[in-house]
């Protein structure tokens, strides 16, 4: 397979655009892409800041890194959970992220759960009975505040995360087949921040699989950490990855398609009513300040609050 803007050998044939690029060219390839739904979707403009969610794999930092080369002014956000699961993997996943951006001279924001509020995010777990069992729920509830305080407090204009078609076209798929209609309305590439609070938050690597961002990566020899969270593996999300796969082998593009076909729905209007009815009633929530839907202290305030009168009596 060759590359079809200079004839050396290919890295990637994207089956789906009917492009296979070498190195270089697919190392330019991304970047560009990235500008394009950037405008697309209005997610930032060159004056904006960015805080861009780190976890030390290869969509957050590859993001990171094509930010950074398309000129935005872009600081990092990485959350320490304090999950171990026999590989060290927090301590291993801060350390990737604190070299990338040491390497590039770039600002990383660093929040310990366990050091702020008292637990790590598997202790907390184990302290409510959120998640049944699953550190997933409580650590969801957790990373969505922090990254929401730290966008918020720190000024940026929009919070991005690494999420790739993979991991949107899964959510799409699990929020179909239940017709989640609330979660359907918010999901897209771009969530408003409609409530004074809520931060923007975009995702600029919706649109490219998961096998291009890890090529992504590997070209671009950024360091990251291949192994998941050891909580992730069971997830109905990895089920609903690998049937999307499966679709997609043997009609490539079909991932794309079902997500782009979700988006123009939606813009034709499809979910409207709802999702401005969700979006309308909002609290303030009397502790930590932040957009809640009830008119008490928010889920994240409640949660660790248990979290921390547990652990008092335990100790
Ligand atoms: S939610 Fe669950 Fe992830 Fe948190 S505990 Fe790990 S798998 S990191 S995206
Ligand atoms: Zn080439
Ligand atoms: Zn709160």
């Known amino acids: 397979m060759r590359c079809r803007k200079c004839g050396e050998r290919a890295v990637l044939n994207m089956r789906q655009h009917k492009l296979a690029l070498c190195a270089d060219h697919f190392a330019e390839w991304i970047p560009e892409q990235t500008q394009r739904f950037i405008e697309k979707y209005r997610m930032f403009r060159p004056e904006h800041r960015v805080l861009v969610a780190v976890s030390g794999g290869k969509d957050s930092l590859g993001l990171w890194d094509v930010l950074i080369r398309l000129g935005y002014s872009a600081d990092g956000l990485y959350i320490g959970l304090g999950i171990d699961g026999g590989t060290g993997y927090s301590a291993e996943s801060q350390k990737r992220c604190e070299a990338f951006a040491q390497d590039r001279g770039l600002t990383l924001h660093k929040v310990d759960v366990a050091e702020v509020e008292g637990a790590t995010i598997p202790e907390a777990s184990a302290l409510t009975h959120r998640g049944r069992g699953k550190p997933c729920s409580v650590c969801g509830l957790t990373k969505r505040h922090v ?4 966008a918020r407090d720190g000024g940026y204009d929009a919070l991005a995360t690494g999420h790739n078609l993979d991991d949107e076209a899964a959510v799409l798929f699990g929020n179909t087949l239940s017709w989640s209609v609330g979660y359907l309305a918010r999901q897209g590439p771009v969530l408003e921040a409609h409530a004074d609070g809520f931060a ?10 998961e096998r291009e961002t890890a090529a992504y990566a590997l ?22 990855k690998d049937l999307l796969n499966r679709l997609e082998a043997g009609r490539p593009g079909a991932k794309l398609s079902f997500y782009l076909s979700f988006l123009q729905a939606k813009e034709a209007g499809l979910l409207r009513t709802e999702s401005q009815s969700s979006a309308d009633v909002l609290h303030r929530c009397p502790s930590c300040g932040q957009p809640t839907s009830v008119p008490e202290k928010c889920a994240f305030c409640r949660t660790w609050d248990q979290v921390r009168a547990r652990h008092t009596v335990r100790a």
């Not at 990254?147 to 730290?150: C, D, H, I, L, P």
């Not at 950024?222 to 192994?227: F, G, L, V």
């Open 219 to 240: 070209v671009r020899g950024i360091d990251y950490i291949y192994e998941e969270c050891p909580y992730s593996v069971g997830a109905t999300s990895l089920a609903h």
């Open 147 to 150: 990254m929401n305080r730290m």
């Open 200 to 209: 923007r938050k975009v995702k600029p690597f919706c649109r490219l699989y």
